[in-house]
């Protein structure tokens, strides 16, 4: 099969102008302008670009199923597949602050040894409760060793990241411990104004070269830049500008959840063009997106829950129900690259770092199933063709055609 199109890698660079696959879904090659004007047939399939597949690395669920509520094989899997269908060919499945994850954790690992998600991120429960957003304020605590250790080895090396406010008493400890067990932190729901998080963004940055973690990806984290954190002042700059000069610096990449709502799309374009390029000298940006979605995302407005709170998605936005209090997301990444394609202030280069590079990165999840960063010959391909109106019109995981139907 001739998929043809402008090509773009997992690094946003123009690399072609179609690619042919095998039976089995390897790429065969990149074709030049020449070669994709010459194609013709049966075989040869037409988009406005090819991409390899997003990579989402906070995402709560989709498909009307949220992983810390619903858990049942066939919940996990619906909710998995909704952000395939949509592109997103690798995922982490994240929690949200519980009394005891233990159950969750151990019906997510099964679908990370099938590969059919890149790992596990733990959002809470050592964060700020004055910071919790929609987390359980009843089951935010302070860092408890042992019990830290008892999920890491019910995780089995795949908890990747785990959310920490810096100033939480024991952050320090936790951060190490992720550390060996092949995690990493991920700085946020905090009430701090910025001093505990630069001592802990520094400490972590040297101590992750004691355990091997600064080759190839961020020996650190950023959950949802902006959001449930400490706010910016001309005054007291508090935490964020401590995370956005981080990320400058290539001692973290942050999140951002570029839907729309929970970061003002200026605001979201000013800081991927700040932090473009920053994280290595391989053209990864400092900033990536992701979803934070919970169970709404590929649902229709209504009511949902996330880690036994009720939350109602109105106006294209997901609440905590009957507030104001923004409660994740409700969209998938190819609807946020449809949206800043759409304004046009980003380059589809951009984007693209931002959705596939960038994620992989941050977590160092290279060889994950699902994942393409370069398309290279006899490599399966996981690949999106586009739409001129940006929204995918063929996904192929892992050399295979995903079927809507």
């Known amino acids: 099969m001739i998929y043809l199109g402008r090509v773009l890698d997992g690094y ?49 669920g989709g498909g009307g199923f949220a992983f810390p509520d619903n858990y049942k094989p066939e919940q996990i899997a619906a909710a998995i597949r909704t952000h395939q269908l949509a592109g997103t060919t690798a995922m982490f499945a994240s929690l949200v602050s519980l009394a005891d994850p233990s159950p969750q954790l151990e019906a997510l690992i099964a679908f990370c040894e099938d590969g059919q998600l890149a790992g596990i991120h733990m959002e809470g429960p050592y964060v700020s409760r004055q910071k919790c957003g929609a987390q359980n304020p009843a089951v935010v605590r302070d860092v408890d060793e042992e019990e830290l250790r008892g999920w890491l080895k019910i995780g089995r090396g795949w908890i990747k990241t785990m959310t920490i406010a810096p100033e939480a008493p024991g952050a320090r400890r936790a951060a190490e411990l992720l550390l060996e067990h092949g995690g990493k932190p991920s700085w946020g729901h905090s009430h701090d104004d910025g001093t505990a998080t630069r001592q802990e963004l520094d400490y972590t940055y040297e101590a992750a070269e ?7 990806q961020a020996t650190q984290t950023v959950t949802h830049l902006f959001n449930a954190m400490t706010g910016f002042s001309h005054r007291a700059p508090g935490p964020i500008r401590v995370y956005i000069q981080a990320a400058k610096a290539g001692k973290a990449s942050a999140e951002l959840i570029a839907d ?13 063009g700040y932090l473009d390029g920053a994280a290595s000298q391989l053209g990864i940006p400092g900033a990536f997106f992701v979803t934070d979605s919970l169970a709404a995302a590929g649902m229709p407005e209504g009511k949902y829950t996330l880690g036994g709170l009720p939350v109602e998605v109105r106006t294209g936005a997901c609440y905590l129900e009957g507030t104001q209090t923004l409660a994740g997301g409700a969209t998938t990444l190819a609807d946020q690259i449809a949206l800043f394609a759409k304004r046009g202030k980003l380059t589809l280069g951009q984007l693209v770092r931002a959705t596939v590079a ?48």
């Open 260 to 272: 729309g709502y929970h970061v003002h799309p200026d605001l979201v374009e000013d800081i991927v």
């Open 358 to 405: 960038g994620p992989v990165y941050a977590a160092g999840i290279w060889d994950a199933q699902g994942v393409t960063v370069e398309f290279k010959p006899g490599e399966p391909v996981n690949l999106v063709a586009w739409g001129e109106n940006m929204t995918p019109t063929w996904v192929i995981r892992e050399g295979g055609e995903l079927n809507r139907g």
């Open 12 to 60: 946003g660079r123009d690399v072609g102008h179609g690619i042919e696959l095998d039976a089995s879904g390897a790429m065969v090659r990149l074709l030049s302008n020449s070669e994709a004007q010459a194609a013709s047939g049966d075989e040869v399939r037409r988009a406005h670009l090819i991409t390899p597949g997003l990579v989402d690395i906070h995402c709560h």
């Open 210 to 216: 004691k355990y091997n973690r600064v080759v190839g």
